[in-house]
């Protein structure tokens, strides 16, 4: 369905730093550093075809969080999002919510980790037990 998220960052080496870690728990290999026409420099993490991008804001303003909005990425066992999120604490980001934990609901059961990183952005480790 998506081809690509965007989000936007206040410190890009930062940033790099934390997503580098987090990812890598997940497979993903460092990002390709591109600097736009206007002098931003992003961040692409490629994977299962599909891209995760991060920005300095374009517009020159500081780059804010979406209330409401949560980044969900996918894990292949409970073990990996408890370690997506451990790795991510590491690397400055925030626990948040609920720890780490399988949860029962409509949806069924699943293995969910909530984690802020270090620009505020809310991510979500999730594991669906088969």
Same mark, same amino acid.
């Given at each position: 369905?998506?081809?690509?998220?965007?989000?936007?960052?206040?410190?890009?080496?930062?940033?790099?730093?934390?997503?580098?870690?987090? %990812? +890598?728990?997940?497979?993903?290999?460092?990002?390709?550093?591109?600097?736009?026409?206007? +002098?931003?420099?992003?961040?692409?993490?490629?994977?299962?075809?599909?891209?995760?991008?991060?920005?300095?804001?374009?517009?020159?303003?500081?780059?804010?969080?979406?209330?409401?909005?949560?980044?969900?990425?996918?894990?292949?066992?409970?073990?990996?999002?408890?370690?997506?999120?451990?790795?991510?604490?590491?690397?400055?980001?925030?626990?948040?919510?609920?720890?780490?934990?399988?949860?029962?609901?409509? %949806?069924?059961?699943?293995?969910?980790?909530?984690?802020?990183?270090?620009?505020?952005?809310?991510?979500?480790?999730?594991?669906?037990?088969?």
């Amino acid at each position: 369905m998506f081809s690509h998220v965007m989000i936007g960052s206040n410190d890009i080496e930062r940033s790099q730093r934390f997503y580098d870690a987090v %990812l +890598g728990v997940l497979g993903v290999g460092e990002a390709v550093r591109n600097r736009n026409a206007t +002098g931003q420099m992003r961040l692409f993490y490629r994977h299962g075809g599909v891209t995760f991008c991060i920005t300095e804001p374009i517009n020159g303003e500081p780059a804010t969080c979406a209330n409401g909005f949560t980044l969900g990425f996918k894990c292949e066992s409970a073990e990996q999002a408890r370690q997506f999120h451990d790795t991510a604490v590491a690397h400055g980001g925030v626990s948040i919510e609920d720890p780490p934990g399988l949860r029962e609901g409509q %949806l069924g059961a699943l293995y969910l980790a909530y984690v802020r990183d270090p620009d505020g952005h809310k991510l979500c480790a999730l594991y669906r037990p088969k």
